[in-house]
């Protein structure tokens, strides 16, 4: 059984930075396509970025050219970088492997980011 566990959220003023982790366990992390998600409240869970197992990137819409995707293989860890954090921002965030949801791991706590105007 795969463990996610997220870290690195918290309160930012919008503008801000932050750099959130996510360390999976098991030994397929490498070959696995990641992505980080996000729920906001009221709303259903998304996908904001996505890194392939060459490292090749997608992103929503929403966050194109203010979050980067990347991650560390020696470390079974997956980064995401925010940068020019805007309120709708706001929202806990998770990673978890990209698929059909019956392919992917038990979700983590995930990691609550607050962005303040």
């Known amino acids: 059984q795969v463990q996610l566990v997220e870290s690195g959220g918290g309160l930012v003023q919008a503008g801000g930075s932050l750099r959130l982790s996510c360390v999976a366990s098991?030994?397929?992390?490498?070959?696995?396509?990641m992505g980080w998600y996000r729920q906001r409240p009221g709303t259903q869970r998304e996908m904001v970025a996505a890194?392939?197992?060459?490292?090749?990137?997608n992103y929503a819409d929403s966050v194109k050219g203010r979050f980067t995707i990347s991650r560390d293989n020696a470390k079974n860890t997956v980064y995401l970088q925010m940068s020019s954090l805007k309120p709708e921002d706001t929202a806990v965030y998770y990673c978890?492997?990209?698929?059909?949801?019956?392919?992917?791991?038990?979700w983590g706590q995930g990691t609550q980011v607050t962005v303040s105007s």
């Open positions: 978890n492997r990209v698929g059909p949801s019956y392919l992917q791991h038990v």
């Open positions: 098991g030994s397929t992390f490498s070959v696995n396509t």
């Open positions: 890194i392939t197992s060459l490292s090749d990137t």
